[in-house]
């Protein structure tokens, strides 16, 4: 079974950069995988995709993050991160990762902008 882990939120101010982690246990990085990472703004609302990584570190970013993120996976640690910079109130949300189709979702870690 696949579990995610996510970690490292918590509060930033405008404008200077976040990373978050995603640790994943089970046997998932032995499987080729692309691993995602989604956010939700509020409770209800949908959640949306932010960017993935493929597992030869091809990477894809959502329009709304693109120039300002980086997602980058340590094999060594199944671990994938995600770094924004530059970042804006929208950007407050709570993080997740998984893969596609997702499987159980995490706990995700909670991200807040203050401006």
């Known amino acids: 079974q696949v579990h995610f882990v996510e970690s490292g939120g918590g509060l930033v101010q405008t404008g200077r950069s976040l990373i978050v982690s995603c640790t994943v246990s089970?046997?998932?990085?032995?499987?080729?995988?692309?691993i995602y990472w989604h956010r939700q703004q509020a409770p209800g609302k949908q959640r949306e995709w932010v960017a993935?990584?493929?597992?030869?570190?091809?990477?894809n970013y959502a329009n709304s993050v693109n120039g300002r993120a980086t997602i980058f996976r340590d094999n060594t640690k199944n671990t994938v991160y995600l770094q924004i910079h530059s970042v804006k109130p929208e950007d407050s949300a709570m993080y997740y990762c998984?893969?596609?189709?997702?499987?159980?979702w995490g706990q995700g870690t909670q991200v807040t902008v203050s401006s």
């Open positions: 993935r990584v493929e597992p030869g570190g091809k990477t």
């Open positions: 089970g046997t998932i990085f032995d499987s080729p995988s692309a």
């Open positions: 998984n893969t596609a189709p997702a499987r159980a």
